[in-house]
């Protein structure tokens, strides 16, 4: 459980000075009203969540159909979800795998180095979870760690996250040759939207594991990490690896639209075109413009 000393802070945000206690049961009035609409978020309503799920099921069928025809093409795909914490990384890769056969798509969410790993080269314990022939792997964050969160919070040397930023376009371009399908998603949400998703945590017994100390620590550093997920974008983003970024304040249109791409962008048996419907462009764009 996590710990329930006082964790505030002051942050500023939209020019203003705001105190924000975690451990204060009520969330404050200015986070509960922007919440939905931070981050220049389109939409002023969540969608419905029936016609939420009449949309999911459709695609669901449609990824069980994606998963056959991986089996039956011997074909592998890697997805991976980046994105600030409690971006909603972990809900979309659920909505994924839901109805799809885990013993062929396997979500990977790595802990920390150990001594052993952290003195390999660094894609090494990466490498190790990909995908055989016919399997789907789904990382919940990935080697994209040395990108934003290592630099941000000092787990990384300057000369490291230089070398990275250099070296990974290069070890994308080889799995993309290997013909594995390769999906870059950045998860992205407003400043009010995460600390109302850290204060649900806080208080509601059922989440409070998913409130790690991480989060605490990331509450006076938004700007450095808005800094280091914007260079991420602009330096990792190519033609053979994309970047998808999603805005996720919503997490059932970004669910929805995660999986209408991820359809969209595969050849598979029996493709219903209708059933995947149209992407919303409001909510998903490719590379650190979309953002802009």
Same mark, same amino acid.
């Given at each position: 459980?996590?710990?329930?000393?006082?964790?505030?802070?002051?942050?500023?945000?939209?020019?203003?000075?705001?105190?924000?206690?975690?451990?204060?049961?009520?969330? $404050?009035? =200015?986070?509960?009203?922007?919440?939905?609409?931070?981050?220049?978020?389109?939409?002023?309503?969540?969608?419905?969540?029936?016609?939420?799920?009449?949309?999911?099921?459709?695609?669901?069928?449609?990824?069980?159909?994606?998963?056959?025809?991986?089996?039956?093409?011997?074909?592998?795909?890697?997805?991976?979800?980046?994105?600030?914490?409690?971006?909603?990384?972990?809900?979309?890769?659920?909505?994924?795998?839901?109805?799809?056969?885990?013993?062929?798509?396997?979500?990977?969410?790595?802990?920390?180095?150990? $001594?052993?790993?952290?003195?390999?080269?660094?894609?090494?314990?990466?490498?190790?979870?990909?995908?055989?022939?016919?399997?789907?792997?789904?990382?919940?964050?990935?080697?994209?760690?040395?990108?934003?969160?290592?630099?941000?919070?000092?787990?990384?040397?300057?000369?490291?996250?230089?070398?990275?930023?250099?070296?990974?376009?290069?070890?994308?371009?080889?799995?993309?040759?290997?013909?594995?399908?390769?999906?870059?998603?950045?998860?992205?949400?407003?400043?009010?939207?995460?600390?109302?998703?850290?204060?649900?945590?806080?208080?509601?017994?059922?989440?409070?594991?998913?409130?790690?100390?991480?989060?605490?620590?990331?509450?006076?550093? =938004?700007?450095?990490?808005?800094?280091?997920?914007?260079?991420?974008?602009?330096?990792?983003?190519?033609?053979?690896?994309?970047?998808?970024?999603?805005?996720?304040?919503?997490?059932?249109?970004?669910?929805?639209?995660?999986?209408?791409?991820?359809?969209?962008?595969?050849?598979?048996?029996?493709?219903?075109?209708?059933?995947?419907?149209?992407?919303?462009?409001?909510?998903?764009?490719?590379?650190?413009?979309?953002?802009?």
């Amino acid at each position: 459980m996590a710990e329930t000393s006082s964790r505030s802070a002051e942050l500023e945000i939209d020019g203003k000075l705001r105190h924000f206690d975690i451990d204060d049961p009520k969330l $404050p009035g =200015w986070v509960h009203d922007h919440a939905l609409e931070s981050g220049g978020f389109p939409y002023d309503h969540k969608l419905d969540k029936e016609k939420y799920a009449k949309q999911l099921e459709k695609l669901q069928i449609e990824l069980v159909k994606v998963q056959y025809w991986l089996q039956d093409t011997g074909k592998r795909m890697i997805a991976l979800f980046e994105g600030r914490d409690a971006a909603g990384k972990g809900g979309t890769i659920m909505s994924i795998r839901s109805y799809i056969n885990p013993r062929s798509a396997r979500v990977v969410a790595l802990s920390k180095p150990s $001594p052993t790993e952290a003195g390999q080269w660094y894609f090494q314990r990466y490498v190790s979870h990909f995908p055989t022939s016919g399997e789907i792997v789904l990382f919940d964050r990935s080697w994209y760690n040395r990108a934003v969160v290592e630099p941000v919070m000092g787990f990384c040397k300057p000369g490291q996250y230089e070398a990275f930023m250099k070296d990974v376009p290069q070890f994308e371009e080889m799995i993309v040759d290997d013909d594995i399908h390769l999906f870059k998603f950045w998860l992205d949400i407003g400043q009010e939207m995460q600390l109302k998703r850290f204060h649900d945590r806080r208080h509601d017994p059922l989440k409070i594991w998913k409130l790690s100390p991480m989060d605490i620590a990331a509450l006076n550093k =938004w700007p450095d990490y808005t800094a280091k997920r914007d260079q991420m974008l602009e330096r990792t983003h190519s033609k053979l690896a994309p970047w998808t970024v999603v805005l996720a304040n919503d997490k059932r249109r970004a669910h929805l639209n995660v999986i209408r791409h991820i359809l969209g962008s595969l050849d598979y048996e029996g493709k219903d075109r209708d059933a995947i419907g149209e992407i919303d462009d409001k909510i998903l764009g490719f590379g650190s413009k979309f953002l802009k």
